[in-house]
């Protein structure tokens, strides 16, 4: 696979490593998708640059020139060992939609992060129950709700899948276009990656579906209206009032400082986020803007201040002294020299959790840390 950025325009392309036979290429320029193709010309050299390396038992994984950056990725033996090049072409299609929502401006963030993007519904104890209750029905232990591609509830067999097929399945589901009912294969790249699941999605409400994994059983026939209406006629209100959580992430009314314009928590052992950007939204920076910042944030935090792993047990004493050196709280403030512009970014960690806030330029800089603290303490029952 490989990955060019030119004027603006991003290709992903994916080629079969033993014949260079390009398998798909997707486009996008500015978060939409775009039409323009890489050439051939340009395709047959990453797929040269690509084999030169391989016969020299050396795997290139990427390459930069001043404005472009190739990517080359190796994948599962299943794409490497093709026996028929337009039936997996084919295939592969059913996987556009989910490919372009990662090269767009996607108003989720799991792929970065790697924790599920999640919601807190106003009544989650009653879904979590009703949910429990359906997946015995339909006797899969594997069942959530997922509203806009973020989980709003789901079972503890659910919640135990590996990365990175945890984050993978509700973006699939919120990539795929509206429809009643689904039965559709997939393959978990952690716990079967050569073996085909099965998906059932069935729609609640518009934007709010009901997914279950399972193998040969059930049959999408079973799941039957009244077996529906049995577990969540009775929870109308409730699972109305989950279609505005897909952009929100929290509860409406939940009291957030008036000065926050987003924010990203995340639980590092459970695996599981809320991002919003949602906050004063009448104020600047636009959502998109708001997103693009506190994922630089995100990244920058991630690599140069807050372990990766934080709150695991040390292994070898000669650790602790590295670990006493750890930040525990860094921020960022844009255009310092000029008073009352720009915006400020502060990331908090403690113990498993990491807040990373967007403020406005009225936020004082002194009061940074002890606003975000105040804040993770106030969402720690959330998440």
């Not at 992903?12 to 290429?25: E, I, Q, T, Y």
């Not at 799991?110 to 924790?115: A, K, N, S, V």
């Not at 009912?181 to 952690?190: G, M, T």
């Not at 716990?191 to 099965?198: A, I």
Request: with cysteine; charged share 20%.
């Amino acid at each position: 696979m490989g990955e060019e950025g030119t004027e603006g325009i991003v290709h992903l392309m994916c080629l079969a490593a033993s014949s260079g036979v390009p398998l798909f290429c997707r486009s996008s320029r500015g978060g939409a998708p775009a039409r323009q193709q890489l050439p051939f010309s340009v395709i047959g050299s990453l797929n040269g640059v690509h084999m030169f390396g391989q016969n020299l038992e050396v795997q290139l994984s990427s390459a930069r020139t001043e404005d472009t950056t190739v990517v080359l990725l190796v994948g599962l033996e299943e794409l490497t060992n093709i026996r028929n090049v337009e039936r997996l072409k084919k295939e592969l299609r059913a996987s556009y939609r989910l490919i372009d929502s990662f090269l767009g401006d996607s108003e989720l963030i799991g792929d970065l992060t790697q924790c599920v993007d999640c919601v807190v519904p106003p009544e989650g104890s009653l879904l979590q129950e009703a949910l429990s209750g359906f997946a015995e029905a339909a006797g899969t232990a594997f069942v959530s709700l997922v509203v806009s591609g973020r989980v709003v509830a789901a079972t503890e067999s659910w919640w135990r899948l590996g990365m990175p097929e945890a984050v993978l399945l509700p973006w699939l589901v919120g990539s795929l276009p509206p429809q009643a009912a689904r039965d559709y294969p997939v393959y978990l790249p952690h716990g079967s990656p050569t073996v085909p699941h099965r998906l059932l999605t069935l729609t609640l409400l518009p934007g709010l579906e009901l997914c279950l994994l399972c193998g040969p059983r059930p049959p999408l026939g079973q799941l039957d209206p009244q077996l529906l209406e049995r577990w969540w006629l009775p929870l109308l209100d409730p699972l109305r009032a989950c279609l505005p959580l897909g952009p929100r992430a929290l509860p409406a009314g939940f009291p957030l400082h008036t000065d926050i314009l987003g924010l990203l928590l995340l639980h590092l052992e459970l695996k599981r986020c809320l991002f919003t950007v949602e906050p004063s939204g009448d104020k600047e920076p636009s959502p998109e803007q708001r997103r693009r910042l506190l994922r630089s944030f995100y990244t920058l935090v991630s690599a140069t201040h807050f372990p990766p792993e934080p709150g695991q047990p040390e292994e070898k004493a000669e650790d602790t002294a590295h670990r006493a050196q750890v930040p525990r709280a860094c921020y960022l403030v844009s255009a310092p020299e000029e008073p009352g512009t720009g915006w400020r970014l502060v990331a908090l960690q403690l113990g498993p959790r990491q807040l990373l806030l967007l403020l406005s330029s009225q936020s004082p800089t002194h009061g940074l840390r002890v606003l975000a603290t105040h804040t993770l303490h106030a969402l720690t029952p959330l998440l």
